[in-house]
């Protein structure tokens, strides 16, 4: 089997020799170009597996390159090489196409993982497709029929094939994280970590230690060494859910952290080389966060790369029928019950219901019908569901969105609470989150 093949191009004589050396070190073969023309031509004579390119050549730009190969040779990923700090540059390459980047000088340990991490695209590309396959397990795709869902499946594809820091936006309970990871488990890094963490959930004094680890000893209560989520999700993905969240001096850290490639834990005394894609989602508006100067607007532009928008359940009800039937069969499987029917008045009624607490409103009626039948048919009087004109009213009219889903979350961690006694931990099992999740939600609502 012959090795893959790179294209380099660079009028820096050194830069070249180094490039070359590192990826021959590597089983990897390397032709040469100086400017724009010459790659040209290489391109048109063979077949690559890799392309690096400097911004800066003599008959052009790199980002030319970037969307030429785009054009012609889309399986092709091109990585670019940046001025250090040169972020905007980076930027414009990676929304051009750019697979990844690297700056100068080349650190070859980061190098090194971004050839291994392009070089992987080429196994991922030969996994089966399952856009088509509507019976394909829930935590595996995004189910749904409807052009949305399908262009959402296909955007996701797309997105796989490059590092750019991906943003997800839409309304709370449409499936931001099953997007994600759906990113991240069709992309070359699918065989390493992928860690979500909901920034709103961890108390602001710990955020530091949460994110970038900590030394022994480094502060009270720092008993032993501890890694953070960036060195846990080293050559995976880090989902930053609710990004929105985070407080203006943690917005800081964390720019600096996506833009150096390294962290440093509290207490130490070098900088840690982390290699890890960012994926970040909120419900909230951030460019109004940002004109409104709550979130920074460098972090914003620096995560927020491609967006990828999340209808919600209302604009796509031609979805739900399939939605019912998996989750249902989920929930049974998960409670080694067997699968209940649901009658078609039934169907027709959630079908047709607005869900202002999207997918995850729906799975939370399911579960609740469920232990309301008794004879494993779900009827009418099982759903417990508002008139849906009452509730689109109020959608449209009456209230802002958020306004109410802050209040059927209200209403849904209350119910859970008075069914399990204010047990904290139990009720954080009934509704699916963590202890720390419900005691956050729990103190911003108000909720003694």
Avoid at 408 to 428: G, P, S
Wanted: charged content about 25%; hydrophobic content about 40%; overall charge negative.
């Amino acid at each position: 089997m012959s090795n893959p093949l790179a294209l380099i191009v660079d009028d820096e004589p050194d830069i070249r020799e180094l490039l070359e050396i590192t990826l021959t070190r590597m089983g990897v073969d390397t032709r040469s170009a100086s400017d724009l023309g010459e790659a040209r031509d290489l391109l048109d004579q063979q077949t690559f597996d890799l392309c690096l390119t400097d911004m800066r050549l003599p008959d052009g730009n790199g980002i030319d390159l970037v969307r030429e190969i785009g054009n012609r040779y889309p399986q092709l990923p091109v990585a670019v090489i940046t001025a250090h700090g040169n972020m905007e540059s980076a930027i414009e390459a990676l929304k051009a196409g750019a697979f990844d980047f690297v700056s100068k000088p080349v650190d070859l340990n980061m190098l090194r993982r971004l050839v291994e991490t392009a070089l992987r695209l080429n196994t991922t590309q030969e996994r089966p497709d399952h856009s088509e396959d509507h019976d394909y397990t829930p935590t595996s795709t995004m189910l749904g029929k409807s052009s949305a869902i399908e262009s959402i499946r296909a955007m996701t594809l797309k997105l796989a094939r490059n590092q750019a820091p991906v943003y997800i936006s839409g309304e709370s309970g449409t499936g931001k994280e099953l997007a994600a990871r759906l990113i991240h488990d069709q992309g070359p890094r699918s065989n390493q970590a992928f860690i979500a963490v909901n920034c709103g959930a961890i108390p602001q004094e710990l955020m530091e230690s949460e994110f970038f680890g900590h030394i022994k000893g480094s502060f009270t209560g720092a008993v032993s060494d501890k890694e953070g989520l960036f060195q846990a999700a080293d050559g995976g993905t880090l989902f930053l859910d609710e990004v929105a969240d985070l407080p203006l001096s943690m917005q800081v850290k964390l720019l600096r952290a996506i833009q150096e490639k390294s962290v440093r834990p509290i207490g130490g005394q070098h900088e840690i080389s982390v290699d890890v894609r960012i994926i970040s989602a909120t419900h909230q508006d951030l460019a109004k966060m940002v004109e409104a100067e709550e979130f920074r607007q460098d972090l914003f532009y620096r995560i927020n790369v491609i967006e990828l928008h999340i209808p919600p359940l209302r604009q796509r009800q031609e979805d739900i029928p399939l939605l019912v039937k998996n989750i249902l069969a989920r929930l049974a499987a998960e409670n080694t019950m067997q699968e209940p029917k649901i009658e078609q008045k039934a169907l027709k009624k959630i079908s047709s219901y607005p869900f202002p607490g999207n997918v995850r409103q729906l799975e939370n009626t399911l579960e609740r019908a469920m232990t309301m039948c008794d004879d494993g048919v779900i009827r009418m009087e099982h759903l417990n569901l508002p008139e849906a004109s009452q509730v689109q009213a109020e959608i449209d009219e009456d209230q802002p969105l958020e306004e109410y889903l802050e209040q059927v979350e209200r209403q849904a961690i209350i119910q859970a609470l008075e069914e399990t006694r204010w047990n904290r931990t139990a009720a954080a099992k009934k509704l699916g989150l963590s202890f720390r999740a419900l005691r956050y939600r729990l103190s911003k609502l108000g909720i003694e």
